[in-house]
């Protein structure tokens, strides 16, 4: 048992990770039946965890190879390349030496080297340097992944990052080794909706209508409320439902904020003691304080006009017409031009996100420490 078994930060087995029990079973129905599939949610609402559990499903384990390749800090096609080598890598050396040996000998544009900790553990890396050829050396990662001794799994996290790389071709090159690769199934996992969707339902792009597109939605309550009581439970601390459903309605059910809440719930309460309603308030400043300091290093750091519109937005919690008069005037911005400029800014620096038209700021903790 775990001192805390609510998990901020990757997945460490069943019995810390909260249903999805048909979300898994969807993507497991369409894996053997060689559909590739586009995985959309927000940011933190749990994609990744998902695709991590299903990869530790029993027939998953005992039929395939499985890569979960995370490219959301690439910023080229090489980076992207040099990413996938080294993900491939870290899995297939937990495997056995034949399956690394047979990757080694195929990829050998990236020369990957090999070096030993402390303990006299090899360790292989793989640098950007390596890749003369993007192009190459995909090549030769598909024609591993194609004669690998067993079929694969192959997701790739964040993938709208890849429109966004300076090589247009980049989306066109690698939809090309997806399409003629038989020996893998894709999952294509993103956070930005709009763009994510656009990908594979846009008939000018490389990838139209090459998947199928499964959202990911928040968790379901009931769900969750009887895997935090049974936590807290097994750990000799009573949990009140109406804290679960408190937490849940505040953060709007987002799984990673439901973690992090009941991270802190789970160690302020004593043994023996049961967490209420009353916790619930020291938890989230126990929170604001850790992270005071970035939060004011954040503030610093951006340009005064869009630092007064992450504040406006952030008072209307969702805000819609931003560039109106109305909306301009309540908030003593200087010009509707002068927000037009200020959200692209905000939009890139990830600091706000866009739904249907309505903005809100994208870390919920930020928000509830501007607000005070």
């Not at 930005?192 to 339902?201: A, C, G, L, Q």
């Not at 199928?212 to 949990?239: N, Q």
Request: aromatic residues 10%; negative net charge; glycine residues 4%.
């Amino acid at each position: 048992m775990l001192r805390n078994p609510f998990v901020l930060n990757g997945y460490i087995g069943k019995e810390y990770f909260c249903d999805r029990e048909h979300e898994v079973q969807k993507l497991l129905e369409h894996i053997s039946n060689g559909v590739n599939v586009t995985l959309v949610s927000p940011r933190r609402v749990g994609k990744t965890g998902l695709i991590e559990h299903l990869f530790h499903q029993k027939e998953v384990e005992e039929n395939y190879y499985t890569f979960l390749i995370d490219i959301y800090a690439t910023k080229t096609i090489e980076e992207m390349v040099a990413q996938m080598a080294k993900s491939i890598l870290s899995t297939l050396k937990s495997r056995s030496e034949k399956a690394l040996q047979s990757f080694s000998s195929i990829v050998q544009s990236l020369r990957p080297t090999m070096s030993f900790d402390n303990l006299g553990n090899p360790s292989w890396s793989i640098g950007v340097g390596e890749i003369q050829s993007p192009q190459n050396s995909l090549d030769e990662i598909f024609r591993y992944i194609e004669n690998a001794d067993k079929p694969c799994i192959v997701a790739i996290d964040e993938f709208q990052t890849i429109s966004e790389y300076p090589d247009v071709k980049a989306e066109a090159l690698l939809r090309t080794y997806v399409q003629h690769c038989h020996n893998a199934q894709f999952i294509f996992a993103g956070s930005k909706r709009t763009m994510i969707v656009e990908m594979f339902s846009k008939h000018s792009r490389p990838f139209y209508q090459s998947t199928t597109i499964m959202s990911v939605p928040k968790l379901d309550i009931e769900k969750y409320r009887a895997f935090a009581v049974s936590h807290f439970e097994k750990g000799g601390k009573g949990l009140s439902p109406d804290v679960v459903d408190e937490v849940y309605d505040m953060f709007e059910g987002v799984t990673w904020y439901l973690q992090r809440m009941m991270n802190k719930l789970y160690m302020l309460t004593p043994t023996s003691e049961t967490c209420d309603n009353h916790y619930i308030p020291n938890a989230i400043e126990d929170i604001l304080d850790e992270n005071q300091m970035a939060y004011e290093a954040l503030l610093y750091q951006i340009p005064s006009r869009q630092k007064a519109l992450l504040m406006a937005i952030c008072a209307e919690g969702k805000a819609s017409s931003i560039t109106s008069t109305a909306f301009v005037r309540k908030h003593s911005l200087s010009s509707s031009s002068s927000v037009q400029s200020a959200i692209r800014g905000l939009l890139d620096k990830e600091l706000v996100t866009s739904e249907n038209g309505a903005y809100e700021v994208c870390d919920k903790f930020l928000a509830i420490w501007l607000n005070r």
